[in-house]
């Protein structure tokens, strides 16, 4: 099996992008041949500042390897590094339809968020298909907010194994029931752009002054408060054990707990969690050349693939 993801290197890393994505990613890598790659073509859409692309895209590495990509396993690489993709990418524009693209949710959102509305915003998705299609990928390991971009990426394969016979394989999402979401600090998805996260390698006091700025209601100290829909538990959940997190809801319930209280347990579990991860970042640092290698690597045998997918699509559609 071949399981394949990106992730753009548009800002630093939050821990809605590692239980969403990261960590999925990493588990796959047990499972099957595994290509991971930072998808700078992609962020161009929003980055536009050189020094910002090429800084971010070094620490996207640099925080995936820390948090346990094996570069023995998987091909961690630049999606730059495989310029056959906006070949790939012309390609299925050509049958991609209008109509299905401007149903794309992450468009419009982007839209309303006020980024300019240009045309490889828009074409987004076409490129994400390409990246995909170009490796034969069988998996591909996101949060839930890109499942519509795996649904288009199979539209347009479909699209073209009926005009050009079997060219593609219809890749399936993997998405972590368990952390579909994560939520911000004000309960809303946790995003770079809504300024409602929680870096995953922030430093210690500013971690901890995001953690206590969670939003809560204005239940008292004493009073019982309702865990359901609590960021502060959702939050807990992803890093505590079940007996700490049925402990902590026990304790929501039977008030006298205020919500700083929880907050600065939520705080120690989390730092806990990323201590191992924070001790590996240093140790990688100290090699200025190691995560050139890697990618070098990577992008070595991504190309390999993509080489070989070309050549098919080129044949199938009349380029050779
Ligand atoms: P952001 O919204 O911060 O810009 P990206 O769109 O770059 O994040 O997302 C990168 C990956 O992380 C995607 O697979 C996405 O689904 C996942 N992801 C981002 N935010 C979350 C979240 N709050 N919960 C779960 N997964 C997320
Ligand atoms: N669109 C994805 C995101 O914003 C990044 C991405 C680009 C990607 N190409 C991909 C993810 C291919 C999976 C597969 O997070």
């Not at 591909?140 to 519509?148: A, N, Y």
């Not at 409602?196 to 390698?201: E, G, R, T, V």
């Not at 049925?246 to 806990?272: H, I, P």
Request: overall charge neutral; charged content about 30%; hydrophobic content about 40%.
């Amino acid at each position: 099996m071949r399981i394949l993801s990106g992730i753009q290197p548009s800002g630093v890393l939050h821990i809605g992008n590692y239980f969403g994505m990261m960590r999925p990613a990493i588990e796959l890598q047990k499972e099957g041949e595994t290509f991971y790659f930072i998808a700078d073509y992609h962020a161009l859409t929003s980055v536009r500042n050189p020094e910002a692309l090429r800084e971010n895209s070094r620490q996207v590495a640099l925080d995936f390897l820390a948090c346990g990509l094996d570069p023995e396993r998987a091909a961690l690489f630049r999606q730059s590094d495989v310029p056959q993709v906006t070949e790939l990418a012309w390609i299925l524009s050509t049958v991609a339809p209008m109509g299905l693209l401007e149903r794309a949710h992450s468009y419009k959102d982007k839209l309303a968020r006020g980024l300019a509305s240009t045309v490889g915003l828009f074409s987004y998705p076409v490129l994400m298909a390409a990246d995909i299609l170009i490796y034969d990928s069988d998996a591909v390991p996101v949060g839930k907010d890109q499942k519509q971009h795996i649904e288009i990426t199979r539209d347009l394969a479909v699209k073209v194994n009926e005009t050009f016979g079997q060219v593609f394989k219809l890749p399936e999402p993997r998405i972590n029931p368990d952390t579909q979401v994560v939520p911000g600090l004000d309960g809303q998805k946790m995003s770079k752009s809504y300024g409602n996260n929680i870096d995953i390698f922030g430093d210690e006091k500013e971690t901890r002054k995001r953690v206590m700025s969670i939003v809560t209601d204005s239940t008292p100290v004493e009073a019982p408060k309702d865990p359901e829909r609590s960021t502060i538990i959702q939050l807990y959940s992803l890093f505590a054990s079940k007996d700490e997190l049925a402990d902590m809801r026990e304790r929501f319930k039977k008030g006298g707990t205020g919500y700083g209280d929880f907050k600065k347990e939520l705080f120690e579990k989390l730092w806990e969690y990323f201590s191992p991860m924070r001790k590996r970042r240093e140790e990688i640092l100290r090699d200025k050349s190691y995560i050139d290698k890697v990618l070098a690597r990577g992008a070595k045998r991504a190309n390999g693939i993509a080489d070989q997918v070309m050549e098919r699509v080129r044949t199938a559609v009349g380029l050779r």
